[in-house]
């Protein structure tokens, strides 16, 4: 697929994403910002083979040179799908005496404590991996017990022997003081040499025991495995002669090098989603619409970001089971996507999902023997995806097996088959609504602000049913809505995250002292980008303190320097903590003593971004569509249907219709009209 | 049947708004059992006082079957109107005690009521004699904190600040009440706008019949799941513990009676209410949230996708009998009554195994316990109050798989992590784990309970705790499987050896003093003796288990970290006898029965009843001080109780029979 002119003689950069099913590829051209495009089937036994793949055929049916790739960079879920099969290594865990359970208990509360089936998940390390040692510092970091090196060497030689590749070391108070720790890494570096090792303090030296020591044992659990496969891609990029170095995407929605990523590959989690977030909000801001609610709709679920002119962040981020204390990007996850299975319960009432067909079998129209009706069989039955166009026509759909498994599902509820899917519609739709509401409440916004902004394989065609429930009256959809994630990953900053435990109350320290562990912090920082890029570079530093009045057991995340707000005194830090507060909870006390818990900086190498091709300005000829027959709001309706690679900036559309491309179909509802910007973004206007 | 596909889009836009209240809570609610503990709730009430719409996983989830008529009823409901209440007695059963705080405000559309939003916070402190307000010594509901029967906070959008004023001056943290109120306030003002936007989308008569339809529709799920049970009488009989106060044990009697598509929970045979905060105060409405969680709990699991409003319980009866400690009246405390629901659970469950076999588990650990550290700060030279980890145990073994560790099925608590702990308060916390050979023996084996272990470094400190329970009589097991560990206290003061001190009321510490509280372990399922060998082995690996525990509960036998075949098969044979019988009580509960059998028991209840409510726990009590030298010796018969009630009856006849006594003494 290719988009704009022929490829000129410039430097480029390659964005990939590698995802369950598909590699995505996204080819920039620096100059012209022309973009070419490619999916590729995943192979999940060998990601870096896909990449492979696909790099070739960029060379051979595109005609791109490798050599002329500047800019590296790809997003991948091996560490995800490693940590959600328990396909890790045999991981030990060395912890101070007394606490070996912290991986067992948690944080106490039980997923769904109604279930009498319900159980905690399956601990990273099983309990007889985890080795107690003598050690213990105060929450002051003074050294209470000094570390039992006997002990130690008997607890390393008891893992090993038990099989373990890798080991965590968490010790109670690290954040502190992590002399114990670090001494703990040397030994066990000196006496097992090929052993991955990692410990809390250097992971995430954050007060709270079970989550740092959480994530450090995913650190140990996913590391050997990353290190194994970066060294295959860096492999991979030898053999083509791409002279570029490689950097991957991070669950902050920033960049970091391979080898940083080998090391630490917990950053990488949600690196996926959050591509897609950075992508969003880069389509959103040229759009004109900096405030958006992002889409993303899939299989099995769709993945909601609430952007608001900036990529939004959360320090509670959840990865599969367990919680992810790192600043991740802040996404929601819903469950119903266009695999969503449709069925009836005993009392006769529609209900569709959780369950999703998932791609094997998949909906009923993808003819792998799937039986059961889907959200995507209903839009196939009501006309809204042209079965012979899926996936750029590669992949025909079984119109006939999905108006059977709608049928059979009508029958149950006494409906026609399209009557049926328009009913699978409504509800799913509802069930979305239902899920997002609690999700901007929680972060406080009104729908009625915010754009949609859609992409994902469904993303498109729902977006417009969905914010008519909201009150959005405007749905944006980018040009490749199918590739936001490998497309983000191409307009990512470096970036990474720092934080120290600090504890500090505003009437027992000063200006300076907060100054100074700020500034330990920007140290570490900077050299964490130089060891990047091997130079520092324009960049940004943001900081940021988690901040309470004294007394109260929670905190709220204060920014202290960025481009809006600077502080120069303690007590300036303190009236940004007050006006935070009245924010959120429309009171403070401006007497009370505040404590800085935690302080943080987030460090951003900067690099100018391309500017995309702008489209042909064409506002005076209407693009002419072609016809078919679309059931919306209750009766069959001569629809449009457009090529979304003819649409030119301008042209105005109106629904009922349907824009087609290869990797989605947007629709446009009764009352809708779209309007094509200068980038080929689709704005539509839908009337509530 | 256009209407089974509205009926869903309905209940789903009505979730949405519970949700969106709860989150709205959440995010700008003040208090610790907000932030920390999730201890609020949210939902929508229909006009006639009916629960439509609750969070699931957000807050306490335990609203279903919330009555909302009595407030209702006794107020005139105008536009913008909010009304906040916290007593439980005029309330009628939706309060349960006063901690909890509800804000209920009604929605109208063009002049009509439409139904009402609804929503609460359990405030950290509401008054009272003690910080906190809650304890299990309180003997009376004034005791307690301040009582607000139903009044309007707000009067059609006007806040009453005197009220305000007067409700703020009379508890301990007002700052932080307020700041929870405004939070409820603002959830309250959301819900409004969304009713209305969903009644200008769909009309207000479809959302009115909506209300209605998803009502229908969940009592329709749950008269089919109950249907699929067999008709008949089950029994349960268990214990809450308030032997932390003069009251003792009180005897719970559960009756689960299913007839057709309707369930019965018959408390008839229970004790009277107590001169402890272990009252319940139920009103034996129908349906009460904290009666039928048990079988919720069961609709639940079998079937994840019933509609989670009060339909479920409309076919729940409640025979809770007046003045028993499931329905006291008034002035009874109530403050610790969450013990009370626990127990009601786990006998729920015990009369549902015999019916659901295959998915009901043996006992649980059956407690939340929240223990208080008050303590001088030495730098800041005021009281430090802070919550110690909150102390849950075990489940009960499954009868497909073990229990759950340090988990039980009100597990909905957060703890705290340690580092915080240690940072806010003068301690070291030796030990946060699982407590070994703790889990209930059996074939599928109960969850493990928990052990806490920390030493003073300040000063002094003062510790109080509520809700610990089974410390006398330990998680039954089932189908053949042992009983859980009860719960231990143990207090090694600096210097001396360490004692098993039972339940908290109040502490006091000193400096270097160490104080363990361990938890439950859930009852067994099962045979132990039938149970995988290399299960046993597995659990001893982890170090939940040890190797003479292995041998003595499980007949197996280990010999250089292996399991000895022979050696377990011989002594898996030597066991003389097979565990039978549906329950496993323990010993000590087994003693408890034959020296109190239910018929006496039930009968001295029933005797004192001749007095009035004000008198029946000193009568109560006077006979159980007469009748207790009994049971030590034997057992205490029908005749023993007549005899002593007789005695009594005697010397309180009247006030005058009470001077000539005193007087023929003299």
């Known amino acids: 697929m290719r988009d704009g002119s022929a490829m000129t003689n410039g430097r480029l950069r390659l964005g990939i994403d590698i995802g369950g099913t598909f590699t995505d590829f996204v080819l920039m051209e620096e100059q012209s910002g022309g973009l070419h495009t490619l999916k590729v089937p995943s192979r999940p036994a060998d990601p870096a083979g896909a990449v492979e793949e696909g790099i070739r055929r960029l060379a051979g049916d595109h005609g791109m040179d490798p050599a002329k790739i500047g800019y590296f960079v790809h997003g991948t879920t091996i560490a995800l799908n490693a940590l959600i099969q328990r396909a890790g290594v045999p991981t030990g865990l060395i912890i101070t005496r007394g606490f070996a359970d912290v991986l067992e208990i948690g944080r106490l509360r039980l997923p769904n404590p109604n279930d009498f089936m319900c159980d905690r998940p399956e601990s990273l390390v099983p309990r007889n991996l985890v080795r107690e040692v003598d050690e213990r510092l105060l929450a002051t970091g003074e050294i209470l017990r000094p570390l039992d090196l006997d002990q130690l060497g008997e607890a390393v030689d008891q893992l090993v022997d038990s099989g373990v590749e890798a080991i965590a070391v968490s010790f109670l108070h690290s954040y502190r003081n992590d002399a114990h720790e670090r001494a703990a890494v040397e030994f066990v570096r000196a006496r097992c040499p090929d052993l991955y090792v990692t410990s809390s303090a250097d992971t995430w030296p954050e007060q709270r025991e079970y989550e740092r020591t959480l994530v450090t044992v995913m650190n140990a659990y996913l590391g050997a495995q990353m290190k194994a496969y970066f060294d295959k891609l860096q492999g991979v990029a030898a053999t083509l002669e791409i002279d570029a170095s490689l950097f991957t995407t991070k669950s902050n929605g920033g960049l970091m090098t391979a080898a940083s990523a080998a090391e630490a590959p917990v950053q990488t989690l949600l690196s996926g989603p959050a591509s897609g977030v950075v992508g969003a909000l880069h389509v959103a801001r040229i759009a004109g619409k900096p405030r958006v609610i992002s889409l993303d709709i899939g299989g099995t679920s769709a993945d909601v970001a609430i952007i608001d002119d900036g990529v939004p962040y959360s320090t509670e981020g959840r990865v599969g089971d367990f919680p992810v204390i790192m600043p991740t990007v802040e996404i929601s996850s819903i469950g119903a996507g266009g695999g969503s299975i449709a069925w009836v319960d005993p009392a006769g009432v529609l209900k569709v999902g959780p369950k999703s067909a998932g791609s094997d079998p998949g909906p009923a129209c993808y003819g792998r023997g799937g039986t059961q009706a889907t959200v995507t069989d209903a839009y196939v039955t009501l006309g809204i995806i042209d079965p012979a166009r899926f996936l750029g026509g590669r992949m025909p759909l079984d119109a006939v097996a999905a108006r059977a498994a709608l049928e059979e599902l009508g029958k149950q509820i006494g409906q026609s088959a399209t009557a049926a899917a328009a009913s699978v519609l409504e509800v799913v739709t509802s069930n979305m609504y239902a899920q997002l509401l609690p999700i901007m409440a929680r972060t406080g916004v009104d729908p009625r602000d915010y754009a949609l902004l859609a992409y994902g394989g469904a993303g498109p065609t729902h977006a417009c049913l969905l914010a008519r429930e909201l009150g959005i009256t405007q749905v944006i959809v980018p040009r490749f809505p199918g590739l936001l994630c490998a497309y983000g990953s191409l307009v990512a900053d470096l970036k990474s995250d720092f934080v120290a435990t600090v504890l500090l109350r505003s009437d027992q320290t000063t200006f300076e002292e907060l100054n100074a562990r700020f500034a330990a912090l920007e140290e570490q920082a900077r050299a964490w980008l130089r060891q990047q890029t091997g130079e520092l570079g324009r960049h940004k530093i943001v900081r940021a303190a988690d901040m309470r009045y004294r007394g109260q057991s929670f905190e709220l995340t204060v920014t202290l320097s960025d481009e809006h707000r600077t502080v120069h005194s303690l007590d300036e830090a303190a009236a940004a903590f007050h006006a935070d507060y009245e924010d959120v909870y429309s009171q403070s006390d401006r007497t009370a003593v505040v404590e800085f818990v935690n302080v943080r900086v987030t460090i951003s190498g900067e690099k100018p971004h391309p500017a995309l091709t702008e489209l042909p300005t064409m506002n005076d000829h209407p693009p002419t569509p072609g016809e078919r027959q679309i059931y919306l709001d209750g009766a069959w309706r001569g629809g449009g249907v457009y090529e979304r690679a003819s649409l030119q900036s301008g042209q105005r559309l109106t629904g009922p219709a349907v824009i087609e491309q290869d990797d989605t179909t947007s629709l446009l509802p009764l009352g809708a009209t779209a309007t094509v910007d200068r980038w080929a973004n689709v704005l539509i206007e839908v009337n509530g | ?666």
């Open chain 2, 1 to 666: 049947m256009k209407d089974q596909v509205f009926i869903e889009i309905l209940r789903n836009r009505f979730q949405a708004i519970a949700n969106e209240m709860a989150s709205t809570i959440l995010r700008t609610g003040y208090t610790v059992f907000v932030k920390e503990t999730a201890d609020y709730g949210a939902g929508l009430v229909s006009r006639s006082g009916v629960l439509f719409a609750a969070p699931v996983n957000l807050g306490v989830s335990v609203m279903i079957g919330m009555p909302v008529e009595a407030v209702i009823r006794q107020i005139e409901w105008e536009d913008g109107d909010v009304v906040i209440v916290n007593d439980p007695y005029s309330s009628e059963g939706l309060i349960t005690h006063l901690p909890d705080i509800y804000l209920i405000r009604p929605i109208f559309d063009a002049g009509e009521l439409v139904c009402f939003a609804m929503n609460f916070v359990h405030s950290s402190d509401i008054g009272g004699r003690v910080p906190g307000s809650i304890s299990p010594s309180s003997t009376d509901i004034f005791q307690e904190g301040l009582r607000i029967p139903p009044y309007k906070l707000v009067r059609k959008g006007e806040l009453d600040e005197a009220f305000l004023r007067l409700f703020l001056s009379n508890c301990r943290i007002p700052d932080q009440n307020w700041g929870d109120l405004r939070a409820l306030l603002s959830a309250l003002h959301t819900a409004d706008t969304r009713i209305r936007e969903l009644i200008t989308r769909y009309g207000r008569e479809p959302v009115l019949t909506g209300i209605d339809g998803v009502l229908d529709y969940g009592e329709m799920r749950a008269r089919a799941l109950i249907s699929a049970l067999p008709d008949g009488d089950y029994e349960f009989i268990d214990y809450l513990e308030a032997d932390m106060t003069p009251v003792g044990l009180i005897r719970l009697k559960l009756t689960l009676r299913i007839k057709g598509d309707e369930l019965t929970f018959d408390f008839t045979g229970t004790d009277p209410q107590v001169q402890a905060a272990m009252n319940l105060p139920s009103h034996s409405h129908r349906g009460h949230w904290m009666i039928v969680i048990g079988v919720i709990n069961y609709f639940r699991t079998v079937d994840p996708h019933v509609p989670y409003n009060s339909g479920l319980v409309r076919p729940l009866n409640v025979i809770a009998p007046r003045g028993s400690v499931v329905n006291p009246e008034p002035p009874a405390a109530c403050g610790v009554r969450a013990a009370a629901q626990f127990r009601i659970l786990d006998m729920t469950m015990g009369a549902l195994g015999r019916v659901a076999p295959e998915i009901i588990p043996a006992a649980g650990a059956g407690q939340i316990s929240i223990a208080l550290v008050a303590t001088p700060d030495i730098a800041d030279g005021e009281m430090k109050v802070s919550v110690l980890q909150p102390l849950c145990g075990g489940s009960g073994g499954r009868p497909v798989k073990d229990g759950i560790e340090a988990g039980d099925f009100c597990t909905f608590l957060r703890n705290i992590p340690n580092e915080t702990l240690e940072h806010d308060l003068p301690i070291v916390i030796n030990r946060y784990g699982l407590r070994p050979d703790s889990a209930g023996p059996g074939e599928h084996r109960g969850g493990s309970g928990v052990e806490f272990s920390f030493q003073l470094t300040g000063p002094t400190a003062a510790v109080t705790a509520r809700g610990m329970e089974r410390y006398v009589f330990p998680p039954w097991g089932r189908r053949g499987g042992s009983t859980g560990t009860t719960g231990l206290t143990m207090l090694r003061r600096t210097g001396e050896a360490a004692e098993s001190i039972g339940k908290i009321d109040l502490l006091n510490l000193r400096q270097g003093d160490e104080l363990t509280l361990l938890t439950q372990g859930g009852g067994g399922f099962g045979d132990p003796f039938v149970r995988d060998p290399q299960r046993v082995l597995a659990d001893i690996v982890r170090g939940l288990v040890t190797v003479e525990a292995a041998e003595r509960d499980y007949g197996v036998v280990i010999l250089d970290g292996a399991v000895n075949e022979a050696a377990t098969v011989a002594r898996r044979q030597e066991r003389v006898e097979t565990p039978t019988g549906e329950y496993t009580l323990g010993p000590a509960r087994e003693a408890y029965d034959r020296a109190w059998p239910g018929a006496s028991q039930e009968s001295m209840n029933a005797l004192i009843k001749q007095f009035p409510n004000v008198l029946r726990p000193f009568a109560r009590a006077e006979l159980l001080a007469e009748l207790r030298p009994l049971a030590t010796k034997g057992s205490v018969t029908l005749t023993d109780v007549e005899a002593a009630f007789a005695r009594l009856s005697e010397r309180w006849r009247g006030p005058h029979a009470a001077t000539t006594t005193v007087l023929a003494a003299d």
